[in-house]
């Protein structure tokens, strides 16, 4: 049985990790003042307990929050539980970072500003979908090598004995150990956590020329659970005199998907080459297609590639499609000045998305600086959006190359903001003041859907197969397909399966249809014979199939020695169950004794159906005995147990067990 899960609120939730970042401070830039602020859609009051890594309450806990009145946690300046010290970067610390629990569902604000007002930024918490066991590294080139631009990683773990690796970095990258910024030199790194305890990297920028983009795209591997920040506590891809806070809380690969939409920020016409989307690729053979164009580029996992903000549309927005799961990162401008910027974890969209986002706190306010409010709603055409009540002033705006969504940009807003639709959304904030810009998402990351597969035992091949599909998650409407047809009648959430075949299925959840599901049998092939056998002259080979699951073709190879083999002329495609083939032979050594049949499923994956040693020259008679993996075994020898074919000189096959 294979199950997965999801939650289809994400940033909602009733458990949050919030992973200690690295905090810097130059001339009062950087990170001063931060905030965690509290919200929630409950109209009966909630108490929420927050304590850091090592259990302990902080002062106030527990914090009671109502929707209309969200609680606001002001922490230390500069150096606290969320933001580290030079001297305790690279090294385990046991009483950092925040662990907030409630019983019911909540949403998590982090928001930063520097003591001089020039640098902000804000990130949501993404309760559960935040833990995982893997992640890449995301964020951006710093472009121009600096003392104060970096790249940082968090990590907390959320369970004892926790082993994470992380690699795939370049390996010039170098990285802080307390006060020296360059004593973390190893290719890999290797670290064990218990629970609540966290770990932060930090990777300046001038401390080699690796640093400046040589950890993108990192890969953080572990054994349980883990949650991850990522981001610059000062940096962009822009020049030396533009920076800003970019700080971001990542999500497992689970969370991941394969298609974007972006949208946006404050910058005028002219400088939306400083609003760019980065790709990073967490599997091989990546494609990456812009605004339903053709291919751009190809990766592969923990490669990158960046596009730049003139891909834009004249509607503001970017679709961005992918072969394979990515994390897709934004760089955008609270402003038009270029040193503004903010960053942003781009949610997939998704069928199974929320339809109302309540609530998003205080969005003018960064730590007492009044700053303009704006949001981003991502949702479906047509549907009917509403924010505190009221439409939208800003109209929807169609988005090429996929014709099913719209985006909105909705500017002006102060206070607390709840934002609904009739349709799946994802909805993120957007403020400036000056220099200082900031964005985050609230809502968007959803995982793929339970599912169970009950297998059945097939006695014929002796192997296990496929017998039905369930899916645990509660849906409108369920469609089952075979091989991409609508199977009558198949409405349920379970499915019983026909056998072969590639099966998927059509949901309906919140008036949106999602095709995403599809589950490929990997039932083997059963055949008529234990091996295919030669006839006649020996020039050909005949076998006939019982039936066939998933499978895309057979090969035919030969051996001089039953050990080292190659393909014997081309793929034989599957003609389906109950089939005859027959395939002539012309060897193409002279000294070939033994041939075999392999089918190929659609997964790349082989199975072997029996060795022969053909000798069409004596008959009447044994020709030879052989073991299951085609070695021949002298008469004399034939008596120890086990399985043996029996290879005539009429060439008949007979097997025989010897116990």
Known sequence: MLATGYKSTAQLDNIHYLPPIKSTIINGNSLGQSQVILSTPSVVTISVTVTTGNGVPIVG??????????STITLALAFNALSLLDEETGIIQTDKGFVLTSTDEFIVTYKAKSTNDIQTDVYTSKGQAALGTEFFWGGFPNTVAMNHKNAYLGIMATEDNTSITISGYDVNCVFRQGLVPNAITANTILINLNAGESYVLECLSDQSSANVCGFIGAQILSD???AVNNGHSLGGDTDATAKDLMLEQAVSTDYIGTEHIVVSGNSSLNNLIIEKVIIIATQNNTDIAINGGATVANINAGEY???DGFNYSANNNMYIETSNPVYCYQQLRGASTKNTVGLNLIPPISCRMPKEINEIPFIENNNGLIMSGGIFIITRSGATVLVNGSPPAA?????TGNTGWVSYKETGLTGNIKVTSTAPMAVGSITANGAAGSAGYYSGFVKFPEIQLTTIFNSSSAETCLDSISILDEFDSYQWLDGGIPVVGANDPSFQTFGEGIYSVAVDFN???DTSIQIISACPIILAAELAYFIGDCSKIEWESITEINISHYQIEESSDGYIWKQLGTNIESKGTGSYY???ISSTSANTVYYRLLSVDFNGEKKEHGIIAPNCFKLDEIIGVYTLSGQKVKLDEFSS????????????????FLN
Not at 61 to 70: D, E, K, L, R, Y
Not at 641 to 656: P, T
């Open 305 to 307: 590639y960046i596009i």
């Open 582 to 584: 027959s395939k002539m």
């Open 641 to 656: 147990s086990g399985v043996y074919f029996i290879l005539y000189a009429d060439q008949r096959v007979e097997k025989v």
């Open 511 to 513: 008036g949106c249809l």
């Open 224 to 226: 349980k659970k883990i």
């Open 61 to 70: 806990s527990p914090f009671s929050v109502v929707n209309g009145s969200p």
């Open 395 to 399: 109209l929807p705006q169609s988005v």
